[in-house]
């Protein structure tokens, strides 16, 4: 099963965010640095990329760039405090799916995921002991 890139230095928001979408039947990986987020990619393609803007190796935008490279359609979300306006026109102009406000991804990504996966269509089938799975 594809799963969920979160790419977040801080650790407390990556491990709530995980823990929000693994609630929801999502398999979810995380990474902490563009390099670290590449590794994962080359080893397992997600099927949803959510990035902070700002990372110590480099940028959301740079891994935007990357894995536009290699994949013009992968959902791509840039979550960051700063300001929309001061990145998500640059953002938008690389590829990005959707720009979000940080302070906001905890209560609309999993509406925003499904609008973007188009989730409406599958259904979250309970297994007998009691885990969620997505068909």
């Known amino acids: 099963m594809r799963k969920i890139l979160l790419v977040d ?3 407390a928001i990556a491990q709530e965010l995980a823990k929000l979408l693994k609630r929801r039947g999502y398999g979810v990986q995380i990474a902490a640095t563009v390099a670290g987020a590449k590794e994962v990619i080359e080893k397992e393609p997600p099927l949803f990329i959510s990035s ?3 990372l110590p190796d480099g940028s959301g935008l740079e ?3 990357m894995v536009r490279a290699a994949d ?3 959902p791509f979300l840039i979550a960051s405090c ?3 306006s001061h990145y998500e026109a ?6 990005v799916t959707l720009c979000l406000d940080k302070t906001r991804i905890r209560t609309c990504i999993h509406k925003r995921l499904s609008r973007v ?5 599958m259904t979250i089938a309970t297994l007998d002991n009691g885990k969620h799975t997505i068909e």
């Open 117 to 121: 996966l188009k989730c409406e269509i």
């Open 52 to 54: 902070d803007l700002d």
């Open 82 to 84: 700063h300001a929309s």
């Open 63 to 65: 891994l935007l760039d």
């Open 9 to 11: 230095d801080n650790s």
């Open 90 to 95: 640059e953002a938008v102009r690389r590829g």
């Open 72 to 74: 013009a359609d992968l």
